[in-house]
């Protein structure tokens, strides 16, 4: 299982919006409706921000939110503010073992 | 509210045996997976392998298959993570986390930092 494709940065001023993009293959992200994003702060453990492709565990924010085409799946965050400043991982199951696979992260910003 | 409560940092030597532990509760220990993730310092989450508790049944990503051992014990509620021979390269944090909605990792431990060197 190869890692999922995220690009290493992004960045955003505070109340614009930043996309990041994670992209897999029909064995992972394009097989399966089971892409989640996690957000980790330094020194924190990661944090569920998103599973199901779209669908937001209770507590995140609506500013939140996930879609997928193909094989590449994306994390909008919109109005950004400065605590979403953070890594953040995409995951997607990929089938067998029930081992999923993640993506290498991407730093986000804020400005 | 599910809680999972990992063991403290060790400090080992190359070559030295080691278990660490992750604790559960607020839920039923054997109903739902368990996965073990590790971080090396500076670097991105990687998946160990996971483990269903009610049968015990482990599962290893590849590249940590045959270096490490994931087990559970039902009668307390605990999953762990064991070493026979530690290497240099196992020096990370171990996160253990539950499975839930949509193959997704929704309850976390605190991480567990794991260091080896001589």
């Known amino acids: 299982q190869s890692a999922l494709t995220q690009p290493p940065s992004a960045s955003g001023s505070p109340g614009q919006s930043v996309t990041i993009s994670c992209t897999g293959t029909s064995s992972d992200v394009g097989g399966y409706n089971y892409v989640s994003w996690y957000q980790q702060h330094p020194g924190k453990a990661p944090k569920l921000m998103i599973y199901e492709v779209n669908k937001r565990p209770s507590g995140v924010p609506d500013r939140f939110s996930g879609s997928k085409s193909g094989n590449t799946a994306s994390l909008t965050v919109s109005g950004l503010q400065s605590e979403d400043e953070a890594d953040y991982y995409c995951?997607?199951?990929?089938?067998?073992?029930?081992?999923?696979?993640f993506g290498g992260g991407t730093k986000l910003t804020v400005l | 509210e599910v809680q999972l409560v990992q063991s403290g940092a060790e400090v080992k030597k190359p070559g030295e045996s080691l278990k660490i532990s992750c604790k559960a509760s607020g839920y039923s220990f054997t109903n739902f997976w368990i996965g073990w993730v590790r971080q090396m310092p500076g670097k991105g989450l990687e998946w160990v392998g996971v483990?269903?508790?009610?049968?015990?049944?482990?599962r290893y990503s590849p590249s940590f298959q045959g270096h490490l051992t994931i087990s559970a014990d039902t009668s307390i509620g605990a999953a762990f993570l064991q070493w026979s021979s530690l290497q240099a390269s196992d020096t990370a944090i171990y996160y253990c986390?539950?499975?839930?909605?949509?193959?997704?990792?929704?309850?976390w431990g605190q991480g567990t930092l794991v260091t080896v060197s001589s």
């Open positions: 995951s997607s199951h990929a089938g067998s073992n029930n081992l999923g696979v």
């Open positions: 483990i269903y508790p009610a049968d015990s049944d482990p």
């Open positions: 986390a539950r499975l839930g909605d949509g193959y997704s990792y929704g309850s």
